[in-house]
C-alpha cells in the first residue's frame, strides 16, 4: 500500500505560493503552476513549460495518481465540477484562487496527518 506523505501537499502548497497559480498548463510560461503541476513538482515530475504532457521521469506514475485523487477528495461539495479530471478542471477555474488551492492542499496534509496520529496513538 502506497503511504501518501503530508509533507508532499506542503510543499505543493509552497510552490503555488511562491510561483503563483497557472491555467491551462501544469507549468505555465511565467513559471506558475496548476494544482496538479504543483503535485508533480513536490514528487519531482520534470515539467516542461507550457506542456500539457507529463513526462516521463524516475517519480511514481502511481504516486502522482493517488496524490491527485486524495487530493479531489477535499474539494467541497459546492464547488466541483465533476468529471474525470477534477482536480484539473477545478484548479484551472477562472475565478480559482492560489489562496483557494493552497487550502486545499492544507487540508489534504492535515487529513494525513490526523490519520498518521491515530494510527499511532489509538485510542
Known amino acids: 500500500m502506497l503511504r501518501l506523505e503530508p509533507s508532499v501537499y506542503r510543499k505543493a502548497a509552497k510552490t503555488i505560493q511562491e510561483h503563483g497559480l497557472g491555467k491551462g498548463?501544469?507549468?505555465d510560461d511565467q513559471g506558475c503552476y496548476c494544482a496538479i503541476g504543483a503535485i508533480g513538482d513536490a514528487i519531482g515530475v520534470p515539467w516542461q513549460t507550457g506542456s500539457d504532457d507529463v513526462p516521463d521521469g524516475s517519480y511514481s506514475r502511481m504516486a502522482f495518481s493517488e496524490y491527485i485523487y486524495f487530493a479531489e477528495s477535499h474539494i467541497s461539495p459546492d464547488s466541483r465540477v465533476g468529471?474525470?479530471?477534477?482536480?484539473?478542471?477545478w484548479s484551472d477555474r477562472p475565478e480559482r484562487t492560489a489562496e483557494e488551492v493552497t487550502?486545499?492542499?492544507d487540508r489534504a496534509a492535515q487529513t494525513l496527518e490526523d490519520q498518521y496520529t491515530a494510527r499511532l496513538n489509538p485510542v
Open 25 to 27: 498548463a501544469y507549468l
Open 103 to 105: 487550502d486545499l492542499f
Open 83 to 89: 468529471g474525470d479530471d477534477e482536480l484539473h478542471e
